[in-house]
């Protein structure tokens, strides 16, 4: 891949040719004009504010108000300290605001102090100490014993107060001993002190719990924290912002409680890994749907740097209001926004390197070939490849040319270090009309396996503009471009090749010729560019307008229309290449030559949403109500084109029409589907204590047949806040918060390919009419005109509490979702001839349980820690499959009563490593292999029957993870910070097939393969891996290659340190690991292999440098 620097990779937005690009570009640069324009307009620092006051006999508190209205800042007053009811005047033209401020307050004995954007207005205290009056000075600090800024400060009963300054500090003249001072600040309770004698008081204020109740984003709105009755989880920035990744999935994984993100690939690339939300629902497509600020987007466009927060929600109580596509859980994804005050510029960047997190240990050439010679005495053969002689030169480093050499295909084929590097720019600001926020960024990651890069720009603009007092207008758009390469062959495949070679042959002879096995698999070969290479390019652009009106109090309107496109294309160019043969004194000469071929397509997808909400508040007495109701109406269109050619003049032609026209093979095809939707979702709330809460969405889709489209889905939950009652009071001390919630609900899965409902006609070959070659048609696949809505219905039982001062947290809820009417392809006579249509037939049930536990505290003065950790788990069952039978041959297979997708094989009883076990079942073993013999696995007769066949297969492990686990520690102190997370499994059974596990025949071999092999020559007990054959009999779906997958992995660890610089808000530089060190059973592989890998990609561990740079 081309390199770019940053910056001239960012001008290449705006460079490159095509018409769509050229619109999406037009698009961009008509939003900075039209939306970024009154930017020019951003209030500066509150002094050089200049504004034109005109008022004549108004009262004072009028002008404060305008003053207010023209500029970002507050006043803070006390009644009877300053008459507000005074009649003023004032003419005062372009005059900063301290200027009119000595206009007003001029002879009026009044003073003013600025804090910010915090005007606090006071009577001029004397200062002199008659009458028995005295000063007294202190530091008002919270409970962390950080200095409160801006503290109110009074003498109770009295006209004097003031603010405390930037460390905190006051100092105020009392009257007498008996005074009493009232201390305030936003957020916290307000506290009264006794003076007495002292002429120093140091005063903690603590937080005021309701003032601060935590806000969570849920469906189409926001909610106190603590008055949710659903169970959602929410991942705040500071958690994904500064790991090294380019993924969103990647940062999410062991953030949250019941959500498992599964790392299969450390390709480079947006590759988001598997994500679940409470198990599998469905064996259908199970990932939850993704919201970007209420668009639905892939997880693959959301840049991890750009995100504010991100909510789950794993209950029907919170994701029944997305109805139908909510069954697999809910994403909230909410992308930072600006905030009023002067421009701020952040920029974060980092620099990594990347290794293998687990590389299997390659045998040497003359202990392959000692293993070839056994395999040779096992099968009754004698061995004439590899003589003693030959054995002692390949151990004294013999010539590679007459293959006696040494070769470790994994670290010739692997790369350390590969480099990786991400930076991200912000700028950010605005004033009380308009608020601001622009991020640009660049990244590139080259992977560990050569020929494969990854390389992403992206631009967000997020603006929120105050039009009027009732109308508020946000307008996102974000735009990525993304390339990812890799080399024809494939780099999964490649590294499967890797398992194969053998490590007697070279990568290359001496005459610079690749070595061969019969096939086109030299692995460094493959990727080193003579095969050619895979290209995909994606467009994503995305556009968001949310209108907001607020006309009446308590009453909100919002309107919100998004727009996503995706264009993907990709070109895939092979070229041709000359491979052949090895004999073994060398090779036997060129055997094939490939044809040249080039593959385009284009995948064009586009999402439209609309979505209009009118939500109402309004507390009475005791009664907090709460009503929202909307409509929405998606559409979704995707459509794509394929295209071919062979036989090109030479491998350097980029355009496909240079191919031999005779050789064109193209297709295409093109899905329409729509969405409509009306819902509600109605809150009570009595005495903050009992909480009511009922939602539900009626959806319509086109994916079914008329009558059957429509679909209602109800949620009702409740939460009983113990913690508010009277007779809980004696315990507020210790239990801040203790509250019972329950939840029901019924959720809807429409996840299906368009058209099920209707038969579809297909190319069914060609056919001679009068000497003529004429295409045929024929129906291709039954429609089914009754299939519906998958239905899930959930129920949850949940409790949070928070201990000693807040500072323990703690979320507990168990859960069982079962989801009815599933879509599957029942079984057909096969004289149908076609494939069966779908039908609304299965039934599957996941109970489990989520915990999170947090704390936070400190040590002192300047040590701050904070603890956090979750552990979830989740059963799954196939309740009933209605007569549909899974494959028998297959490594995993769907059964009622067991979990999805279970593994399914022959149970094992070890090897036969002695001559009383080969008595015992050589006779039943050898009906089943003629050729079973000591050294070899046994088969469990299950059925009793004295024979091994299919009967005999049955469920050997479970391919879905259990008891998923979470571990954050962090702390601070002074300018240092540290933290380090630990993710992993308790429970997992993994499996992985063919070249991973069986050496020798067309394989190649590893090091536990030599030393852990059962040798009849030296029979021992005990061994892993079976006698060495060239049959793969052993190696059959059976127990015995059932491995633990459980692991522990320290993921994240970072250690930072911020410097105090004049006229920086922030710098920081840091040093980070991702997956640093993996503690588990699993052999030879990383244990988040696909369960039946054969190739793949191996995961990465990443050490990176960073910088956080805010002025």
Request: aromatic fraction near 12%.
């Amino acid at each position: 891949m081309k390199k770019k620097c940053f910056y001239s990779g960012m001008i290449s937005l705006f460079c490159h040719s095509g018409a769509n690009l050229l619109l999406v570009r037009t698009q961009i640069l008509l939003f900075f004009f039209v939306f970024l324009l009154p930017l020019s307009g951003v209030a500066s620092p509150l002094q050089e504010i200049r504004i034109t006051i005109q008022q004549k006999n108004v009262p004072l508190s009028k002008v404060f108000k305008e003053i207010e209205e023209k500029t970002d800042c507050s006043f803070l007053i006390r009644n009877n300290d300053v008459n507000t009811n005074e009649k003023v005047s004032i003419d005062a033209k372009n005059k900063t605001v301290a200027e009119i401020l000595g206009i007003l307050f001029d002879g009026k004995g009044i003073k003013y102090e600025v804090n910010g954007k915090r005007i606090s207005v006071y009577k001029a205290v004397r200062q002199h100490t008659i009458g028995g009056k005295r000063k007294v000075t202190g530091q008002v600090t919270d409970n962390m014993e950080e200095a409160v800024i801006g503290a109110s400060v009074f003498v109770m009963g009295a006209s004097n107060g003031t603010i405390t300054d930037m460390n905190g500090h006051f100092s105020l003249e009392l009257p007498d001993d008996n005074a009493k001072l009232q201390v305030s600040y936003i957020g916290y309770k307000t506290q009264v002190i006794n003076v007495g004698n002292k002429s120093s008081v140091n005063i903690v204020l603590v937080e005021d719990s309701k003032a601060l109740e935590e806000v969570v984003v849920v469906g189409y709105g926001t909610q106190k924290k603590v008055n949710l009755t659903g169970a959602v989880e929410t991942v705040k920035s500071d958690r994904l912002a500064n790991k090294p990744v380019t993924s969103i999935a990647s940062a999410l994984t062991g953030e949250a409680a019941g959500v498992t993100v599964t790392q299969n690939s450390g390709q480079p690339g947006p590759n988001q890994g598997t994500v679940r939300v409470r198990g599998i629902g469905t064996w259908g497509d199970a990932s939850p749907l993704v919201l970007v600020d209420g668009v639905s987007m892939s997880l693959n466009d959301v840049i991890p740097s750009e995100v504010e927060s991100v909510s789950v929600l794993k209950d029907a109580a919170s994701a029944a209001i997305y109805g139908s596509r909510a069954a697999n859980g809910v994403i909230l994804i909410t992308t930072k926004k600006g905030k009023e005050g002067k421009l701020t510029f952040n920029y974060s960047g980092n620099v990594g390197f990347q290794f293998a997190t687990r590389v299997p240990e390659s045998v040497t050439s003359w202990q392959y070939a000692e293993l070839y010679n056994q395999m040779q005495y096992n099968e009754g053969k004698s061995s004439s490849l590899f003589p003693q002689d030959r054995i002692d030169r390949m151990k004294a480093g013999g010539d590679p040319d007459k293959l006696e050499g040494n070769t470790d295909w994994y670290d010739e084929l692997l790369r350390s270090g590969a480099p990786q590097h991400n930076h991200q720019l912000t700028v950010s600001g605005g004033s009380d009309k308009i608020t601001y926020m622009i991020s640009a960024g660049y990244s590139d990651q080259q992977g560990i396996i050569p020929s494969t890069d990854y390389e992403r720009y992206n631009l967000r603009v997020n603006t929120t503009s105050k039009l009027t007092s009732w109308l508020k207008l946000d307008v996102n758009m974000a735009y990525l471009n993304s390339t990812q390469e890799e080399s024809a062959a494939g780099a999964a495949e490649a590294y499967r090749r890797t398992m194969r070679a053998l490590p007697y042959l070279p990568v290359q002879f001496s005459d610079g010729t690749y070595s061969y096995d019969a096939a086109p698999s030299n692995p460094v070969r493959m990727v080193n560019g003579d095969y050619g290479m895979r290209r995909k390019n994606n467009d994503c652009m995305t556009l968001l307008i949310a209108p907001e009106i607020n006309i009446l109090d308590g009453l909100n309107i919002r309107g919100t229309f998004g727009y996503e496109s995706n264009i993907y294309k990709e070109k895939i160019f092979n070229k041709t290449v000359t491979y052949g043969s090895f004999e073994p004194a060398g090779q036997s000469g060129l055997t094939e030559v490939s044809r040249n071929k080039q593959t385009d397509r284009w995948d064009q997808y586009r999402n439209l949403t609309a979505n209009v909400t009118a939500s109402y508040e309004k507390t009475i007495g005791k009664h907090d109500f709460k009503v929202m109701a909307g409509g929405s109406l998606e559409t979704f269109k995707w459509a794509y084109t394929k295209a071919s050619r062979m036989d090109f003049p030479n491998d350097d032609f980029g355009e496909i029409n240079a191919g031999d026209a005779t050789t064109a093979a193209a297709e295409g095809n093109s899905t329409y589907s729509a969405l409509a939707s009306l819902f509600g979702r109605a809150n009570y709330v009595y005495a903050d204590r009992y909480l009511f809460e009922f939602t539900a969405r009626y959806d319509g889709s086109s994916k079914f047949a008329r009558g059957h489209r429509w679909g209602f889905f109800p949620s009702v939950s409740a939460g009983w806040r113990i913690s508010e009652e009277a007779f809980f009071e004696p315990l507020k001390k210790h239990v801040q918060n203790l509250k019972l919630r329950a939840s029901w609900g019924e959720l809807g899965n429409q996840r299906i390919n368009d058209y099920q409902f209707i038969s579809n006609v297909g190319n069914g070959g060609s056919y001679l009419f009068g000497g003529t070659p004429i295409i045929g048609y024929k129906e291709a696949l039954m429609g089914n005109e009754i299939i519906t809505w998958e239905s899930s219905r959930n129920l949850d039982f949940g409790i949070d509490f928070a201990l000693f001062d807040n500072r323990l947290q703690t979320t507990f809820d168990w859960y069982c979702r079962t989801t009815s009417d599933i879509l599957l392809n029942l079984e057909a006579p096969g004289a149908l001839g076609i494939k069966p249509a779908m039908e609304n037939a299965g039934k599957m049930e996941n109970k489990g349980w989520d915990l999170t536990v947090s704390w936070r505290s400190n040590i002192g003065k300047d040590f701050k820690y904070n603890i956090g950790f979750n552990l979830s788990d989740v059963k799954n069952k196939v309740i009933d499959l209605r007569g549909y039978k899974s494959s028998t041959t297959e490594l995993t297979a769907k059964i009622e009563g067991q979990p999805l997708n279970a593994i399914f094989g022959f149970e094992t009883l070890g090897i036969c490593d002695n001559q009383e076990l080969y008595d015992k079942y050589a006779p039943m073993m050898q009906k089943y292999n003629p050729k079973w013999g000591m050294g070899d696995i046994i088969i469990k007769d299950r059925t009793g029957e004295g024979v091994i066949n299919d009967e005999d297969r049955t469920v050997i492990g479970n391919s879905i993870p259990r008891f998923t686990f979470g571990l954050n520690l962090g702390f601070e102190y002074k300018g240092f910070d540290f933290s380090c997370f630990f993710q992993g499994v308790g429970k997992a059974d993994g499996y992985v097939t063919m070249e991973a596990i069986q050496p020798m025949g067309i394989n190649g071999a590893r090091k536990e393969h030599y030393k852990e092999s059962f040798n009849p020559q030296d029979p021992k007990p005990g061994a892993y891996f079976p006698r060495i054959l060239s049959s793969d009999y052993n190696y059959a779906y059976m127990s015995h290659w059932v491995q633990d997958a459980s692991y522990i992995r320290l993921k994240n660890l970072q250690i930072g340190y911020s410097f105090k610089i004049k006229g920086l808000n922030q710098l920081r530089v840091y040093a980070s690991g991702e997956n640093l060190f993996t503690a588990t059973k699993y052999r030879t592989w990383d244990p988040e292999t696909p369960v039946g890998a054969r190739g793949f990609y191996p995961n990465v561990a990443v050490y990176s440098m960073g910088v956080n740079l805010n002025f």
